[in-house]
Protein backbone atom coordinates (compact mmCIF):
# COMPACT_ATOMS: atom_id res chain seq x y z
CA UNK A 1 0.00 0.00 0.00
CA UNK A 2 1.67 3.54 -1.09
CA UNK A 3 1.96 5.56 2.35
CA UNK A 4 0.80 9.22 2.04
CA UNK A 5 2.82 12.23 3.33
CA UNK A 6 1.31 15.68 3.16
CA UNK A 7 3.39 18.74 3.54
CA UNK A 8 1.38 21.73 4.54
CA UNK A 9 2.08 25.29 5.87
CA UNK A 10 -1.64 26.70 6.58
CA UNK A 11 -5.18 26.15 6.11
CA UNK A 12 -4.61 22.60 4.55
CA UNK A 13 -7.88 22.43 2.51
CA UNK A 14 -6.06 20.39 -0.47
CA UNK A 15 -4.69 18.28 2.48
CA UNK A 16 -8.41 17.98 3.56
CA UNK A 17 -9.83 17.12 -0.17
CA UNK A 18 -6.99 14.12 -0.56
CA UNK A 19 -7.61 12.62 2.90
CA UNK A 20 -11.37 12.46 2.56
CA UNK A 21 -11.16 10.85 -1.25
CA UNK A 22 -8.45 8.43 0.99
CA UNK A 23 -11.40 7.64 3.25
CA UNK A 24 -14.00 7.22 0.66
CA UNK A 25 -11.83 4.71 -0.44
CA UNK A 26 -11.49 6.83 -4.02
CA UNK A 27 -7.31 6.97 -3.01
CA UNK A 28 -5.80 3.51 -2.71
CA UNK A 29 -3.20 4.83 0.13
CA UNK A 30 -2.64 5.01 3.43
CA UNK A 31 -2.17 8.66 5.11
CA UNK A 32 0.59 7.96 7.03
CA UNK A 33 1.66 11.33 7.99
CA UNK A 34 0.95 15.12 7.77
CA UNK A 35 3.78 17.57 8.60
CA UNK A 36 3.65 20.96 8.59
CA UNK A 37 6.51 23.44 8.81
CA UNK A 38 4.20 25.89 10.85
CA UNK A 39 3.24 25.16 14.18
CA UNK A 40 -0.40 26.87 13.84
CA UNK A 41 -0.78 25.75 10.46
CA UNK A 42 -4.55 25.06 10.87
CA UNK A 43 -4.55 22.09 9.02
CA UNK A 44 -2.68 20.56 11.73
CA UNK A 45 -6.53 20.23 13.26
CA UNK A 46 -8.32 18.88 10.48
CA UNK A 47 -5.45 16.08 9.55
CA UNK A 48 -5.86 14.90 13.72
CA UNK A 49 -9.66 15.05 13.27
CA UNK A 50 -9.54 13.09 10.71
CA UNK A 51 -7.26 10.86 12.60
CA UNK A 52 -4.09 11.19 10.85
CA UNK A 53 -0.80 11.50 12.20
CA UNK A 54 0.89 15.00 12.16
CA UNK A 55 4.00 16.42 13.22
CA UNK A 56 5.66 19.83 13.13
CA UNK A 57 8.94 20.39 12.04
CA UNK A 58 9.55 24.55 12.37
CA UNK A 59 11.37 25.76 9.57
CA UNK A 60 12.57 29.49 10.81
CA UNK A 61 15.92 29.81 10.72
CA UNK A 62 16.85 26.45 9.59
CA UNK A 63 18.96 26.44 6.00
CA UNK A 64 17.21 24.04 3.39
CA UNK A 65 19.21 21.46 3.46
CA UNK A 66 18.89 21.27 7.49
CA UNK A 67 14.94 21.42 7.02
CA UNK A 68 14.80 19.03 4.12
CA UNK A 69 16.86 16.25 6.52
CA UNK A 70 14.40 16.54 9.46
CA UNK A 71 11.61 16.34 7.06
CA UNK A 72 12.48 13.35 4.93
CA UNK A 73 13.27 11.33 8.43
CA UNK A 74 10.35 12.23 10.09
CA UNK A 75 8.53 11.07 6.36
CA UNK A 76 10.69 8.18 6.56
CA UNK A 77 10.03 7.35 10.07
CA UNK A 78 6.51 7.01 9.17
CA UNK A 79 6.91 4.56 6.31
CA UNK A 80 7.02 7.45 3.76
CA UNK A 81 10.05 6.22 1.92
CA UNK A 82 11.27 6.40 -1.62
CA UNK A 83 9.99 2.74 -2.23
CA UNK A 84 6.89 3.02 -1.15
CA UNK A 85 5.49 6.48 -0.31
CA UNK A 86 4.38 9.46 -1.88
CA UNK A 87 4.93 13.05 -0.83
CA UNK A 88 2.24 15.73 -1.65
CA UNK A 89 3.14 19.10 -1.54
CA UNK A 90 -0.50 20.93 -0.27
CA UNK A 91 0.08 24.64 0.58
CA UNK A 92 3.70 23.68 1.25
CA UNK A 93 5.78 27.23 1.00
CA UNK A 94 9.03 26.03 1.42
CA UNK A 95 11.35 24.78 -1.80
CA UNK A 96 12.32 21.80 -1.69
CA UNK A 97 15.98 21.10 -2.17
CA UNK A 98 18.19 18.89 -4.55
CA UNK A 99 18.74 16.12 -2.32
CA UNK A 100 14.72 16.02 -1.06
CA UNK A 101 14.23 16.27 -4.67
CA UNK A 102 17.10 13.49 -6.08
CA UNK A 103 15.75 11.24 -3.30
CA UNK A 104 11.78 10.79 -3.79
CA UNK A 105 12.94 11.21 -7.83
CA UNK A 106 9.32 11.16 -9.07
CA UNK A 107 7.69 10.51 -6.00
CA UNK A 108 6.15 14.06 -4.63
CA UNK A 109 3.81 16.26 -6.05
CA UNK A 110 2.51 19.77 -6.00
CA UNK A 111 -0.05 21.69 -6.58
CA UNK A 112 0.37 25.83 -8.29
CA UNK A 113 -3.07 27.49 -8.47
CA UNK A 114 -1.93 28.61 -12.33
CA UNK A 115 -1.91 26.59 -15.77
CA UNK A 116 1.99 26.17 -16.00
CA UNK A 117 4.42 27.10 -17.02
CA UNK A 118 2.21 30.16 -16.76
CA UNK A 119 2.40 31.95 -13.42
CA UNK A 120 4.85 30.10 -11.62
CA UNK A 121 6.26 30.84 -7.80
CA UNK A 122 4.42 32.92 -5.42
CA UNK A 123 1.05 34.44 -5.72
CA UNK A 124 0.04 32.84 -9.07
CA UNK A 125 -3.64 34.51 -9.14
CA UNK A 126 -2.63 37.89 -8.64
CA UNK A 127 -0.08 37.22 -11.32
CA UNK A 128 -2.34 36.18 -14.08
CA UNK A 129 -5.00 39.26 -12.76
CA UNK A 130 -1.90 41.67 -13.13
CA UNK A 131 -1.16 40.30 -16.75
CA UNK A 132 -4.91 40.90 -17.99
CA UNK A 133 -4.73 36.91 -18.86
CA UNK A 134 -8.54 35.92 -19.70
CA UNK A 135 -8.11 32.03 -18.41
CA UNK A 136 -6.23 30.45 -15.38
CA UNK A 137 -6.10 27.61 -13.67
CA UNK A 138 -4.94 24.74 -11.46
CA UNK A 139 -1.83 22.44 -12.15
CA UNK A 140 -0.92 19.28 -10.31
CA UNK A 141 3.10 18.29 -10.85
CA UNK A 142 5.67 16.08 -10.49
CA UNK A 143 8.60 18.38 -8.33
CA UNK A 144 11.46 18.51 -10.08
CA UNK A 145 14.84 20.49 -9.52
CA UNK A 146 13.40 23.68 -10.55
CA UNK A 147 10.47 25.75 -9.78
CA UNK A 148 7.37 24.47 -10.74
CA UNK A 149 9.17 23.22 -13.67
CA UNK A 150 8.06 19.35 -13.62
CA UNK A 151 6.06 16.84 -15.64
CA UNK A 152 2.06 18.19 -15.54
CA UNK A 153 0.05 15.52 -14.51
CA UNK A 154 -3.61 17.54 -14.37
CA UNK A 155 -5.06 20.72 -15.00
CA UNK A 156 -8.09 22.66 -14.63
CA UNK A 157 -8.95 25.80 -16.37
CA UNK A 158 -10.65 28.69 -14.50
CA UNK A 159 -12.38 31.85 -16.67
CA UNK A 160 -11.42 35.43 -15.22
CA UNK A 161 -13.88 37.54 -14.61
CA UNK A 162 -13.45 41.31 -15.37
CA UNK A 163 -14.49 41.69 -12.03
CA UNK A 164 -12.49 39.51 -9.77
CA UNK A 165 -9.92 40.10 -7.34
CA UNK A 166 -6.97 37.89 -6.15
CA UNK A 167 -9.74 36.52 -3.31
CA UNK A 168 -12.43 35.82 -5.35
CA UNK A 169 -10.62 34.09 -8.27
CA UNK A 170 -8.77 32.58 -5.78
CA UNK A 171 -11.76 30.83 -4.35
CA UNK A 172 -13.05 29.62 -7.98
CA UNK A 173 -9.24 28.27 -8.35
CA UNK A 174 -9.68 26.28 -5.19
CA UNK A 175 -12.84 24.51 -6.06
CA UNK A 176 -10.76 22.69 -8.99
CA UNK A 177 -7.97 22.20 -6.76
CA UNK A 178 -9.70 19.94 -4.85
CA UNK A 179 -10.92 18.10 -7.45
CA UNK A 180 -8.07 17.92 -9.45
CA UNK A 181 -5.34 17.06 -6.37
CA UNK A 182 -7.61 13.97 -5.08
CA UNK A 183 -7.70 12.92 -8.77
CA UNK A 184 -3.79 12.73 -9.57
CA UNK A 185 -2.89 11.48 -6.52
CA UNK A 186 -5.41 8.59 -7.25
CA UNK A 187 -4.18 8.10 -10.67
CA UNK A 188 -0.52 7.85 -9.06
CA UNK A 189 -2.01 5.53 -6.31
CA UNK A 190 -3.47 3.09 -9.30
CA UNK A 191 0.07 2.89 -10.92
CA UNK A 192 -1.30 4.45 -14.00
CA UNK A 193 1.39 7.15 -14.48
CA UNK A 194 4.26 7.41 -16.91
CA UNK A 195 6.99 9.46 -16.68
CA UNK A 196 8.34 10.19 -20.53
CA UNK A 197 11.14 12.68 -20.47
CA UNK A 198 9.36 16.21 -19.58
CA UNK A 199 6.29 14.44 -19.66
CA UNK A 200 3.63 12.54 -17.35
CA UNK A 201 1.72 10.03 -19.64
CA UNK A 202 -1.45 8.94 -18.08
CA UNK A 203 -2.60 5.91 -18.82
CA UNK A 204 -6.01 4.96 -19.50
CA UNK A 205 -7.66 1.94 -17.27
CA UNK A 206 -8.47 0.02 -20.50
CA UNK A 207 -4.68 -0.27 -21.94
CA UNK A 208 -3.95 -1.53 -18.49
CA UNK A 209 -6.35 -4.49 -18.48
CA UNK A 210 -4.96 -5.04 -22.26
CA UNK A 211 -1.99 -5.61 -20.93
CA UNK A 212 -2.08 -7.78 -18.39
CA UNK A 213 -4.21 -9.90 -20.82
C1 LIG B 1 -3.59 26.65 -2.66
O1 LIG B 1 -4.28 27.59 -3.43
C2 LIG B 1 -2.39 26.13 -3.41
O2 LIG B 1 -2.60 26.04 -4.77
C3 LIG B 1 -1.37 27.19 -3.10
O3 LIG B 1 -1.60 27.53 -1.76
C4 LIG B 1 -2.96 27.29 -1.43
C5 LIG B 1 -2.99 26.39 -0.24
O4 LIG B 1 -4.29 26.20 0.22
N1 LIG B 1 -0.05 26.69 -3.29
C6 LIG B 1 0.95 27.42 -3.76
O5 LIG B 1 0.82 28.59 -4.08
C7 LIG B 1 2.27 26.70 -3.87
N2 LIG B 1 3.22 27.49 -4.56
P1 LIG B 1 -4.64 25.04 1.21
O6 LIG B 1 -3.63 25.14 2.36
O7 LIG B 1 -6.03 25.35 1.67
O8 LIG B 1 -4.53 23.74 0.49
Not at 121 to 140: E, F, M, P, S
Not at 198 to 209: E, G, H, L, N, T
Request: include cysteine; charge should be positive.
Amino acid sequence: MLNLGILISGRGSNMEAILKAVRRKKIPARPALVLSNKPDAAGLAIAEKLGVRTAVVESRGMSRAEYDRKAMAALAECGVTPRNGLVCLAGFMRIIGPQFVKRYKNRILNMHPALLPAFPGLDAQAQALRYGAKYTGCTVHFVDAGVDTGPVIAQAAVKIMPEDTADTLSRRILRQEHRIYPMAVELFARKRIRISGKKAIVKSPARQKNKRL
